[in-house]
């Protein structure tokens, strides 16, 4: 089914060598408010421990609010052992880290076949690496109603820092990995979903204003490098482009000849879905 809008997220001491709050493998380190207050009200992770800095703040007391509604620990820090907790440095947590389960992220075989033929759209991703693509894609996704995400073999983790760039879009909207993609859509097409790929050197390109979501469909998007592989567009039912408007001079061409995967899967979404 497609996902409720109303499910979006809204809008010192010295340090101890020694950190006994770490997370295991089992365990990660949420930060930032958009994705702590996402992650506890979805509530797909088991969350263990709330650390806020000592000041607060009206959003910072709401998540406070929802934690001890819901018997989450609060503990209080000041905002370099908050950082320290955080594995890379330059993370910006705005006081406020959430230790938890990492996010359900299950193996899926196949779209199943659906009882009618109302558009239903399902984002694929081949070889997208880039944690912060990931995360505009999953906030982009969230954002249009997308039913939910399938990641190949070599996409990105649903870590932690994909969970800030998606705003905590991440925590709601359904997602999944695959072993074998080619295999997943082969499955999929078997089941009467339609694979849209996305490419400008296929011949049967043509540009997104033309395409439609009339019915069960899988938008599948490749890396910025190689995007699609061959076997990937194979699959593909139809194959469609994002042409800029800009002319084509060759000194442009040379700055901007095309957009990242995050920000074209907005645009192709709105294409897509757009009445």
């Not at 249009?144 to 983790?157: D, E, R, T, W």
Request: overall charge positive; hydrophobic content about 40%.
């Amino acid at each position: 089914e497609m996902l409720s809008r109303s499910l979006l997220p809204l809008r010192g001491h010295s340090i101890p060598r020694r950190n006994n709050h770490v997370a295991t493998n089992t365990e990660e380190f949420i930060f930032g408010i958009h994705p702590v207050r996402s992650a506890i009200v979805a509530g797909r992770r088991q969350c263990t421990t709330l650390y806020l800095e000592q000041r607060g703040g009206k959003k910072i007391d709401e998540i406070v609010k929802m934690a001890e509604e819901r018997g989450i620990p609060v503990e209080r820090k000041d905002k370099n052992q908050l950082a320290h907790l955080l594995p890379a440095a330059g993370n910006v947590h705005q006081g406020v880290v959430l230790k938890a389960s990492p996010l359900p992220n299950p193996e899926l075989l196949h779209l199943d076949k659906k009882p009618d033929a109302k558009p239903c759209l399902w984002v694929a991703l081949d070889q997208v690496t880039d944690v912060f693509n990931l995360g505009n894609i999953a906030r982009s996704s969230m954002f249009y109603g997308v039913s939910g995400l399938i990641m190949g073999s070599q996409c990105a983790p649903l870590s932690p820092a994909v969970a800030k760039s998606s705003a905590g879009a991440i925590e709601f909207i359904p997602s999944f990995r695959t072993k074998d993609l080619t295999t997943f859509l082969q499955r999929s097409r078997k089941n009467h979903w339609k694979v849209i790929g996305t490419s400008v050197t296929d011949p049967r390109s043509v540009p997104c204003s033309n395409i439609k979501a009339t019915g069960p469909t899988i938008l599948v998007l490749g890396s910025e490098g190689s995007g699609l592989s061959n076997e990937i567009v194979n699959e593909c039912d139809a194959v469609t482009r994002i042409d800029s408007i800009i002319t084509k001079d060759p000194q442009w061409e040379q700055v901007v000849d095309s957009l990242n995967v995050g920000v074209a899967t907005g645009v192709l979404l709105h294409q897509i879905l757009g009445k």
